[in-house]
């Protein structure tokens, strides 16, 4: 069959609501082109979302640490065991900006920090429990699968026991970052000492397991093909189908300022085109966030028109998109209008997507 006999019967599966094969949604990202894909998004996302609500988040970003001994040759916010520039925040420098976050009417924090060779499970055990009591109502999304896969290693335990006890200290639900591309070849080449995709993927599904839900992230155009890109969706899919655990899928692009790997960034088609292609593979997941911290807020706003049908959170405090050269910010008031501005209808969500 021709490409573009392919591409159509392809499209006519979107259509039907039938699901897309890993082949032929590499097929999308090789030929389809932009508007197309853009209209699977959206037909797509209005399907799932019929009532044209967007919604947003008022939380904020507490990275812990920036010691890592990971070295992960993309990453611009870390710094290694040692160094004049590594810190760990106080317990009270992180409640003092929770009390901020809650004068602002947001009650969850996203805690993630790099991986510290001298601090144990105790010490999480301790900083929840402790964060907990002082703000009763706080939702703590915090530590991505290769922070606990860290946290189980230097503490020696067992993944399972691990998670229990951080669930019981206070964890409520478990970011999705640190998966990159979920493919060893890629991670081999990017963040030798992090995790495995398969251990990525086993602390989600025994997360799921435990009850705590989760979100399941990319970071896409840096050394990946488009078939490996598609291989992630593929992994995150199958995990879904077995523990429906995903809360939401974030995409977003490698930023390469001030990091070892360099190189060229994605272009904003390449974002959309792989935004639209996500949301059309990953159709047990309900939530598509945009990715406006490194899009900036205009692609921010487009990308509800390809699929995306969350902007994602305040970002009151951002470290690690901004360690490699991009800034972006939106407050409450200017995601609100953006949303509005691309033809939506803005609401504020928890963690579980339920609406405000
Ligand atoms: S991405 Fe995370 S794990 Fe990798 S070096 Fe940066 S802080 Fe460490």
């Known amino acids: 069959m021709r490409i573009r006999a392919r591409l159509d019967a392809i499209g006519d599966k979107v259509l039907d609501g039938t699901r897309v094969s890993a082949e032929e949604a590499v097929l999308l990202l090789e030929h389809e082109d ?15 979302h019929t009532d044209g609500v967007v919604t947003y988040i008022v939380d904020r970003n507490i990275n812990y640490t920036n010691v890592c001994n990971a070295f992960c040759n993309f990453c611009a916010f870390y710094r290694p065991p040692n160094h004049d520039e590594g810190y760990v925040l106080p317990v009270e420098e992180i409640e003092a900006k929770i009390r901020e976050t809650h004068d602002l009417g947001g009650n969850q924090i ?52 691990a998670l229990r006890r951080l669930r019981e200290a206070g964890l409520d639900s478990v970011p999705g970052g640190g998966a990159e591309i979920l493919v060893d070849r890629v991670r081999r080449k990017l963040a030798k000492n992090k995790c495995s995709s398969q ?6 599904e025994e997360a799921h ?70 949301r059309v593979f990953l159709d047990n997941i309900e939530n598509v966030q945009a990715s406006w911290v490194t899009q900036g807020p205009k692609i921010g706003s487009a990308s509800l028109a390809f699929g995306a049908n969350d902007m994602g959170s305040t970002m009151l405090e951002e470290n690690v998109v901004s ?3 991009t800034v972006h910010q939106m407050l409450e008031p200017e995601i609100v209008a953006a949303i509005r501005d691309a033809g939506f209808i803005p609401m504020r969500r928890n963690m579980y997507y339920e609406r405000l």
Not at 35 to 48: E, F, P, S, W
Not at 218 to 236: D, I, N, P, Q, S
Request: proline share 3%; net charge neutral; no cysteine.
């Open 110 to 161: 996203l805690l993630q920090g790099g991986h510290h060779p001298k601090l144990k499970i105790e010490y999480y055990e301790e900083l929840f429990r402790r964060l907990k009591s002082s703000f009763p109502d706080l939702w703590l999304h915090a530590l991505s699968p290769p922070e606990i896969v860290h946290i189980v290693r230097v503490s020696r335990l067992e993944l399972p026991e």
């Open 323 to 325: 360690a490699a050269g």
């Open 34 to 48: 932009l508007t197309t894909l853009g209209a699977m998004g959206d037909l797509v996302r209005r399907r799932k």
């Open 209 to 278: 397991r435990q009850g705590l839900r989760s979100t399941a992230t990319m970071m896409f155009g840096h050394v990946e093909t488009l078939a490996e890109r598609v291989e992630h969706l593929e992994r995150v899919r199958e995990l879904q189908d077995r523990t429906g655990g995903f809360t939401a899928f974030i995409g977003w692009t490698y930023q390469s300022e001030n990091t070892e790997l360099g190189g060229r960034e994605a272009t904003t088609a390449e974002y959309l085109r792989m935004l639209a292609v996500s």
């Open 199 to 204: 251990e990525w993927l086993d602390v989600m």
